[in-house]
């Protein structure tokens, strides 16, 4: 059972123009979102985070939206540049609770950003 | 360079044999996580520590499975009698907001 869903694999956009990255999650416990960029080899690397009291978070070309209702929240890159292009994963956490805090993966949305 | 380190990055290894990967988490950080990926697939986790306290394992870790992490500073995490099927990146992450290490890429032969 996947909790945390990215149903695009793959997203290709023209450098300039809004990347938008859409994941779903299913656990009504997780209150605490992230997003994380990876390359080939590399560690994932934080991006932006939201808490579930918010609705947005922005961070220079980054803006994390979350609709609690919907369970569902997006990643916005405005300006797409060439170098966004790589694997991006959403992922949460309950951290109400003294829970853990451990993150709960999606499976990836691979980003191309065409010069 | 997120400052929190894995050795090595590389490891290949016979099936059956054992290995041994390291982890240095940010100096502050008293949380630590281990995950593994695989080809196609997002992070999943392994275990957790708080200080030197293992205080969660998942299912995914076998009983052939074990980390450690003494005086709550780095962690390791061996895998005995090694098996194809646990070729994957292992990736250590520290938190609070959870860095990443580049983590270790295991191949069994």
């Known amino acids: 059972d996947q909790q945390v869903k990215q149903n695009s694999p793959s997203l290709s956009v023209q450098e300039g123009r809004i990347s938008i990255l859409n994941c779903d999650y299913t656990?009504?416990?997780?209150?605490?979102f992230l997003w994380y960029k990876k390359y080939p080899a590399e560690g994932p690397t934080f991006l932006i985070s939201i808490s579930s009291i918010k609705d947005k978070n922005e961070d220079g070309r980054f803006t994390v939206f979350l609709n609690k209702s919907a369970k569902h929240l997006s990643l916005h890159i405005v300006p797409s540049q060439p170098g966004d292009s790589a694997v991006y994963f959403c992922?949460?956490?309950?951290?109400?609770?003294?829970?853990?805090?451990?993150?709960?993966f999606g499976k990836g949305t691979l980003l191309t950003v065409n010069p | 360079d997120t400052g929190v380190s894995q050795d090595p990055r590389h490891k290949i290894t016979k099936r059956g044999q054992n290995v041994t990967f390291r982890c240095d988490p940010i100096?502050?950080?008293?949380?630590l996580y281990w995950y593994r990926q695989t080809l196609g697939q997002g992070p999943e986790f392994l275990t957790y520590f708080q200080n030197e306290a293992q205080l969660e394992k998942s299912r995914l870790l076998s009983d052939r499975f074990s980390a450690e992490r003494p005086k709550g500073s780095f962690s390791t995490l061996e895998i005995q009698r090694t098996e194809q099927g646990d070729s994957a990146m292992y990736l250590c992450?520290?938190?609070?907001?959870?860095?990443f290490g580049p983590g270790t890429r295991l191949t069994v032969l």
């Open positions: 100096s502050e950080h008293n949380r």
């Open positions: 992922a949460a956490s309950a951290r109400s609770g003294g829970s853990n805090y451990k993150l709960t």
């Open positions: 656990n009504s416990m997780f209150d605490y």
């Open positions: 992450a520290s938190s609070p907001d959870q860095f």
